[in-house]
């Protein structure tokens, strides 16, 4: 598995006993792992995170008027972090602010018992998001950021901080034709891209995004396996 240490620029070969098409990169002193799914893992923390699961959206959307989507994109999201989950054996998960859709959303048991069960034994972290700025009544504890050894977690990117990890902006990057969601890593932010299953995403050459990255940084397309990109590689668009 290909690593990248930012703090010294250089490439090296680096295993680190996770699933197979994860990427390994060390930023703010702690060694990470991008995975497929587009969930951030941290081997030695035991740590999960993900952001912008957008739990409800369905229910949200037809509850405002807007289009009738199918239903089932909370158990497909569920799902995927439920794989996650064993696959890494969490013992910390951090949900990087909007996991629900707002904070109106009403899931139904079935979900709610399903995020219970995924929480048991585990200290589960929800981040308050811009669409979910509130507490919800579910297993885990709400807090506006968090701040884990030397890494911090929010939902939206400060400009001034350091070893922040954070979500919001759904980054997608364009390779040969195709749109990926992708990581986003510079030397003083990581930015997950959305874990949900119904969600958008904004182009990783936007200016907003680009104004976070910092010259040195690159794009962790997910897929089947991680791909990195630098950022400034002739040909990549978002």
């Known amino acids: 598995m290909p690593h990248l240490d930012l703090r010294r620029g250089g490439w090296r070969a680096f295993s680190c006993g996770i ?4 990427y390994a990169f060390t930023f703010g002193g702690a060694a990470l792992v991008a995975l497929p799914s587009g969930a951030l893992w941290w081997p030695a923390e035991r740590l999960l995170a993900v952001a912008d699961l957008h739990l409800g959206k369905s229910e949200r959307m037809a509850r405002r008027g807007g289009p009738l989507l199918p239903p089932y994109e909370g158990a497909e ?14 013992a910390r998960v951090v949900c990087v602010g909007d996991g629900f859709d707002d904070n109106a959303v009403e899931l139904d048991g079935d979900e709610i018992d399903w995020i219970a069960r995924m929480a048991k034994g585990r200290d589960w972290t929800w981040i308050a998001g811009n669409h979910d700025p509130a507490a919800m009544t579910c297993a885990g504890h709400h807090m506006p950021e968090l701040r884990h050894g030397p890494l911090t977690f929010r939902h939206i990117a400060s400009a001034s901080a350091q070893a922040e990890v954070s979500g919001h902006y759904h980054p997608k990057l364009r390779l040969a034709g195709q749109s990926r969601r992708c990581f ?15 969600t958008g995403g904004l182009s990783s050459a936007d200016p907003v995004l680009a104004s976070l990255m910092d010259g040195a940084g690159i794009a962790i397309l997910t897929g089947q396996a991680c791909h990195p990109v630098p950022l400034s590689r002739p040909g990549g668009k978002g």
């Open 184 to 198: 986003l890593v510079a030397r003083s932010r990581v930015i997950l891209p959305a874990y949900g299953a119904y």
């Open 77 to 90: 999201t569920l799902a995927r972090l439920e794989a996650d989950l064993a696959a890494c054996d969490a």
């Open 19 to 22: 699933m197979r098409g994860g």
